[in-house]
């Protein structure tokens, strides 16, 4: 085994211990870094778009110069290839040619729900992609063209998150999250019905969107185990969630929690972990999350008091975040290591803790790299347990 492997091994170990509620060796550094990757490197989107392999070059820039254990993501995600072949905007380069933006595309109408529930599949392939991607409307044979491009571009991209994940193995480091799925409501939040639409359903038509979320249940495992009846315990499924602190705890209870627990508990009855990103602030939901299992979900905090947590549900669920994206780009290197100082002190007592930063990482202003590479150095030596 040499020295990479042997330290790729030794972060993998930290996490799963601090993921089991136990004390690792250390506290584990996560990166939540994603394009702030690409304006560290001085470097653009198109020029990643341009070669993989630059790609790779650009993001691994920052993972040379500043201490982390792990990363959330490598590389840059979103299949821009994929969506210019099917003829869809949905995501739009900014002017500073380094962060992502999105555009609302849920073509789904509200008299669409009993379709849906009839077969969401047959729905989705003859109706809904059709409406969310100009392209395939295109008379033949231009629309079998575009969806051949579309397919090669995908087959792509795979090969690419695949080689990300070598790359960023032979420099020592674990991806924490191998596969993504998303809560039932959240797919069609994100996808089908968008903000407005989701937010009248539950008021208009409450019983047909509960229904359409119970039957994605089944799709939501799929994605995370790929039909398998075992998972390995590393590395844990991402789920971000969305909709959530929209709702309040009584509609979340009601039409966001049942169907996304029985994802989480059929995870966790095939061994895996949840790696939850818990969009907005989450302290009036925390009953919900002490009904799981000890040691199914790791959960990182955006809003959250993350002290107040520790108390309230560090009993059950690892957290993640907890270093503030303003005081890295604002704070003086002393107070950003004081401040890390304290998280450690108060959150990784008994294990279940993952430093790293409270929001993800996108434009160059987000953080004072320095700050970062000071906490990320500090947090590595003094988290000795």
Not at 180 to 188: E, V
Request: proline share 5%; charged share 30%.
């Amino acid at each position: 085994m040499t020295d990479k492997e042997k330290l790729f091994q030794e972060r993998v170990n930290r996490f799963m211990t601090t993921a089991d509620l136990q004390e690792p060796d250390r506290v584990p550094v996560l990166s939540l870094v994603d394009t702030y990757a690409i304006a560290y490197a001085n470097s653009t989107v198109e020029e990643c778009l341009e070669n993989p392999e630059k790609e790779r070059e650009i993001y691994g820039k920052i993972y040379k110069d500043i201490y982390f254990d792990g990363a959330m993501e490598f590389g840059f995600s979103r299949a821009m290839k994929v969506y210019d072949a099917l003829g869809s905007s949905a995501y739009f380069i900014s002017e500073d040619g380094v962060t992502l933006q999105h555009r609302e595309n849920c073509p789904m109408l509200p008299e669409d729900y009993d379709e849906f529930i009839a077969d969401y599949k047959k729905f989705t392939d003859n109706v809904f992609f059709k409406r969310k991607y100009p392209n395939l409307n295109k008379p033949y044979p231009e629309n079998k063209e575009a969806l051949k491009k579309a397919a090669y571009e995908a087959a792509h991209l795979g090969k690419k998150i695949s080689d990300n994940v070598k790359y960023l193995q032979d420099m020592g480091i674990p991806l924490i999250a191998g596969k993504l799925s998303l809560a039932p409501l959240d797919i069609i939040f994100d996808f089908y019905r968008g903000f407005v639409g989701t937010t009248l359903d539950i008021r208009r038509v409450p019983e047909k969107i509960k229904e359409a979320a119970e039957i994605l249940v089944d799709y939501s495992i799929g994605l995370a185990t790929g039909g398998a009846d075992k998972m390995d315990p590393f590395p844990w499924v991402m789920t971000p969630l969305h909709i959530p602190t929209y709702l309040g705890p009584e509609k979340f209870g009601k039409f966001y929690w049942p169907s996304y627990k029985k994802f989480l508990l059929a995870v966790h009855e095939r061994g895996g972990k949840v790696f939850a990103a818990l969009e907005g602030l989450w302290d009036n939901y925390y009953e919900y999350l002490q009904e799981l299992p000890k040691g199914l979900m790791i959960a990182t905090l955006e809003r959250d008091d993350i002290f107040k947590a520790k108390k309230a549900i560090g009993n059950t669920i690892t957290l993640s975040g907890g270093m503030p994206l303003d005081k890295l780009k604002l704070g003086t290197k002393q107070e950003c290591i004081d401040y890390a100082k304290k998280l450690v002190d108060q959150c990784a007592p008994g294990g279940g803790y993952i430093f790293t930063t409270n929001l993800v990482l996108l434009s160059s202003g987000d953080a004072n790299p320095e700050n970062l590479k000071a906490v990320n150095e500090f947090v590595h030596e003094y988290g000795k347990y």
